[in-house]
């Protein structure tokens, strides 16, 4: 059984319109991270989430933000998405901070028209 | 920041011969090493880990290797299959940079039948 699950797994939205991606975990994990992967290359940190603990990467846009409401649920919202921000984005969860296996979704597929 | 180097970025084989991949980093204060095999569309998943107080890990045809002297690690396949044909990424976790996985670049494997 999925134990890290994003929805939508392909999401299409228009230049310039707010969308958000959901991603959930039922392995009660303290750390949720979000990752952006575009085509051939590695995935890279957007932000994480220690419990309520929110930590930005210092190159993450401005357009990009998260919400944690409760231990089990993560957002990304993207206020106004370019056509730049085209691209797999993966959630994924691990018990700590520190040399902890991280366990990925399946990602969404954003396309921006 | 850490930095990784990942070689090769291509690697083909053929079925039953080994592969081997091999990764570099540059905080001699990282601690874990988890390598991640990516098919094309879906998540990465974790294949193997090693800590740094470990200096080889083996799981049926895969083992890692960590060299922390020389700050270098190596994944090793044997008698590979078809379906290892995947994108391999190592990752490093650890040091000035805790809990943040940084990859490399991966390594498209391809193993011809």
């Known amino acids: 059984d999925a134990m890290v699950i994003q929805n939508p797994r392909y999401q299409v939205t228009q230049f310039g319109k707010p969308v958000t991606l959901s991603c959930s975990q039922t392995l009660n994990h303290n750390v949720m991270y979000w990752y952006q992967q575009k085509s051939s290359q590695a995935p890279k940190l957007l932000f994480h989430y220690y419990d309520k603990d929110f930590n930005n990467e210092a190159d993450t846009p401005d357009n990009f933000q998260s919400r944690r409401p409760n231990t089990s649920f993560c957002f990304l919202d993207i206020r106004s998405p370019g056509l730049g921000d085209a691209a797999m984005y993966l959630c994924?969860?691990?018990?700590?901070?520190?040399?902890?296996?991280?366990?990925f979704g399946d990602g969404t597929r954003l396309s921006i028209l | 920041g850490e930095n990784v180097e990942q070689h090769p970025s291509t690697l083909s084989v053929q079925e039953g011969d080994s592969a081997v991949i091999k990764c570099t980093y540059s905080d001699s204060a990282s601690n874990y090493f988890p390598w991640y095999k990516q098919e094309l569309g879906k998540r990465p998943q974790l294949i193997i880990d090693i800590r740094s107080n470990v200096g080889e890990k083996k799981d049926q045809r895969i083992a890692v290797t960590l060299n922390k002297t020389a700050k270098h690690f190596s994944l090793h396949i044997t008698e590979t299959q078809p379906e290892d044909s995947a994108v391999y990424f190592c990752?490093?976790?650890?040091?000035?940079?805790?809990?943040?996985?940084?990859f490399g670049q991966g390594t498209i494997l391809t193993v011809h039948p």
């Open positions: 994924a969860t691990s018990r700590g901070i520190s040399n902890q296996p991280q366990h």
């Open positions: 990752a490093v976790v650890g040091g000035t940079s805790y809990g943040k996985l940084t």
